[in-house]
């Protein structure tokens, strides 16, 4: 299975400041995926990260907000920008190891805005 | 656009067996998964369904009918570590990342 490192592990912020959070995998995948799991709620995808390519986002998810890099296979990072307490979530990154299609989540970060 | 509805909890004896149900809307389909989380933790991988049927692994079971855009999760022989969220998921469309449903929430009691 594929190991997945997410900093920081959890986080408590001041509203209007920015947040990056990074996620490393143990081997070279193609692309990388980031959601957000507000409390109780199911997991929502923010974007698709491709390394060498601009992230692709979800509806109601824009760049601005959430930029996003991706230098390497292995690496990348998402940062939460200008946060508000609606941003208060646990965002986890994740890939597809093989071609099983097994989705394989880091631990997650999970972001308090005061 | 897609949609995936699946009850939002379930309550079940020590072992029982429980069935988890998941209805689903999407415009290309490549698939039905499951995934389990505990509370404070990462979801983890059960199943997934690419072809209509049962695929059993261990205590887990997964159903999918594809004509009637259906699928289930089987818990048999229900244990307190059972106790978790159950979400199942389809591929977006782009055919990439995981659309998942609002999750079950599983309560096991002696």
């Known amino acids: 299975s594929a190991v997945i490192s997410q900093k920081p592990s959890r986080d408590i912020c001041q509203r209007g400041t920015s947040l990056t959070i990074q996620c490393q995998v143990d081997?070279?995948?193609?692309?990388m995926f980031w959601y957000r799991q507000q409390p109780g709620q199911s997991l929502t995808l923010i974007a698709t990260a491709n390394q060498g390519s601009e992230a692709t986002y979800e509806s109601g998810f824009v760049i601005d907000k959430f930029p996003i890099s991706r230098p390497n296979l292995t690496f990348s990072t998402l940062t939460v920008s200008n946060m508000s307490p609606e941003d208060s979530s646990i965002y986890l990154c994740?890939?597809?190891?093989?071609?099983?299609?097994?989705?394989?989540f880091g631990e997650g970060s999970r972001l308090t805005v005061l | 656009g897609q949609s995936l509805e699946q009850p939002s909890e379930v309550t079940a004896v020590e072992g029982a067996i429980v069935q988890i149900n998941c209805t689903y809307q999407t415009s290309g389909f490549y698939g039905l998964s499951w995934y389990q989380q505990h509370d404070g933790g990462a979801p983890t991988f059960l199943s997934y369904?690419?072809?209509?049927g049962l695929e059993e692994t261990g205590r887990f079971s997964s159903f999918l009918s594809r004509s009637d855009s259906y699928g289930y999760l089987l818990l048999q022989e229900l244990q307190m570590k059972d106790s978790a969220s159950y979400f199942c998921?389809?591929?977006?469309?782009?055919?990439?990342?995981?659309?998942f449903g609002k999750g079950t929430s599983l309560l096991v009691t002696p």
């Open positions: 998921a389809v591929r977006s469309n782009s055919g990439y990342a995981l659309n």
């Open positions: 994740s890939v597809y190891r093989d071609s099983t299609g097994e989705l394989f």
């Open positions: 369904n690419a072809l209509d």
């Open positions: 081997s070279q995948v193609t692309m």
